[in-house]
Nanobody
């Protein structure tokens, strides 16, 4: 049974940093695509970053150069390092997974497993 548990959210001022973690069970990183999504109030859930089974990464343009997605295979944990945070980064952040080798879908509907989310609030 797959379980994803996020942690690390909080409130920071603009320019600050946070590191989100997603503890994954029932998932083998070598055969799964892992992703971070976020959803701000009144907006659709959007893909922020993905990491393929082979380690290749994707970032949405708005976070390129500021966010880094990574995974610790022995710990079965996914991370999102967020630097130079902006008020527009304020959202609930979700960890997601789908069984896929060498591929990460763009559409959120293609991800089978989701965490409960962790709130990130950035004040100006």
């Amino acid at each position: 049974q797959v379980q994803l548990v996020e942690s690390g959210g909080g409130s920071v001022q603009a320019g600050g940093s946070l590191r989100l973690s997603c503890a994954a069970s029932g998932v083998t990183f070598s055969t799964y695509c892992m992703a971070w999504f976020r959803q701000a109030p009144g907006k659709e859930r959007e893909r922020v970053a993905t990491i393929r089974s082979d380690g290749a990464t994707f970032y949405v343009d708005s976070v390129k150069g500021r966010f880094t997605i990574s995974k610790d295979v022995p710990k079965n944990t996914l991370y999102l390092q967020m630097n130079s945070l902006k008020p527009e980064d304020t959202a609930m952040y979700y960890c997601a997974a789908v069984g896929a080798r060498y591929y990460c879908p763009a559409a959120r509907t293609q991800y089978n497993y989701w965490g409960q989310g962790t709130q990130v609030t950035v004040s100006s």
